[in-house]
């Protein structure tokens, strides 16, 4: 390793840093060949030449650095190494070139960020299947238990989602709030998500926070995703545990909660009048919001300040 302070580089040592971020070959080969500049060396926050190089995407100097016997073991503050860097943004050549020079497939960022974790957040799905096919382990969190699934679920990612689920992803592994990848995907809106978490049967139920993907789909406003659930057989009738109701009582949700499943009523029979399609698809999801609005409100509020079509159907489906 060169004899450089980690407060102050060299001048050398700076311009080895810079021309492995650009790319610059033919600068390195120079710097290092001349025996001034360790290929090892560090600037003040940890990362060497080897970490740049791979940050950047930069495969031809990542392979230049091995010949000088680079090492893939050097950290930065919060723990990220070359592998690390180059999974975060997605270089499937570079990721390949690492492991093949012993890289570690389970370096962790300082808050336990895998390199499948960060691929999977940036929805990189040739660097997921490879580090999966390197032994990467498909359900290892984040010290606040976010797993890879989690969050690719939150991202959108729907085909990392299936991928990682055919891999033997964990469907109900929750972060430490209690929060899952399908109540994650539902409170976005993500209905590709939801369609591939469905496939393998996930908790439809209340959670360990006191509440359920319904309930976060209801309150995001998206109906598709609301369909989605119900017909999955989501209970519309659940209700949370966030508040305090005397024992016997029915629990009184949050007035968003009650205005955001009659908006979605009506929105819904307002989209089926406008486009003349009254299948009996579209009556199962009215009849489905009606009954969930019919729970969480007073029978004579719901009744009163429904459309008459609305109320007919509530009827047909005996909620009243």
């Not at 390793?1 to 790319?23: H, Q, V, Y």
């Not at 930069?58 to 016997?69: Q, S, W, Y």
């Not at 819904?268 to 399609?277: G, Y």
């Amino acid at each position: 390793m060169c004899k450089m302070s980690f407060k102050k580089e060299t001048p050398l040592a700076n311009a080895a840093f810079w021309a492995a971020r650009r790319g610059n070959l033919a600068l390195l080969r120079l710097l290092l060949n001349s025996g001034r500049v360790d290929v090892d060396c560090r600037d003040s926050s940890g990362p060497t030449a080897l970490f740049f190089a791979a940050q950047q995407g930069h495969n031809d100097v990542v392979r230049f650095l091995f010949e000088f016997g680079a090492s893939t073991e050097f950290r930065t503050k919060d723990g990220g190494t070359a592998l690390l860097a180059a999974s975060q943004y997605g270089h499937m050549q570079v990721v390949e070139t690492l492991l093949k020079h012993g890289a570690n497939i389970h370096d962790q960022l300082y808050d336990g960020a895998t390199a499948l974790f960060l691929a999977a957040q940036g929805g990189y799905l040739d660097v997921i299947r490879l580090l999966l096919s390197s032994g990467a382990k498909v359900n290892q969190p984040r010290q606040d238990g976010t797993a890879p699934l989690w969050i690719a679920s939150q991202m959108g990612h729907s085909e990392v989602v299936r991928v990682m689920l055919l891999r033997g992803a964990d469907r109900d592994a929750a972060r430490n709030d209690g929060t899952t990848a399908l109540l994650k995907a539902a409170n976005k809106g993500y209905n590709d998500v939801i369609e591939e978490l469905l496939k393998f049967s996930p908790t439809l139920g209340i959670l360990k926070n006191g509440t359920s993907a319904l309930h976060a789909a209801v309150l995001s406003g998206n109906i598709k995703t609301v369909a989605l659930l119900l017909e999955a057989g989501a209970d519309p009738a659940l209700r949370n545990k966030q508040s305090s109701a005397e024992p016997g009582k029915r629990e009184q949700p949050r007035k968003g909660f009650k205005r955001t499943l009659k908006y979605q009523l009506l929105k819904e029979e307002v989209l089926i009048n406008k486009e003349r399609s009254w299948t009996q698809d579209c009556l199962k999801r009215l009849i489905f919001l009606a009954k969930a609005i019919q729970y969480h409100m007073e029978t004579e509020t719901t009744c009163n300040s429904l459309s008459p079509g609305i109320s007919a159907i509530m009827v047909m489906g005996n909620f009243q």
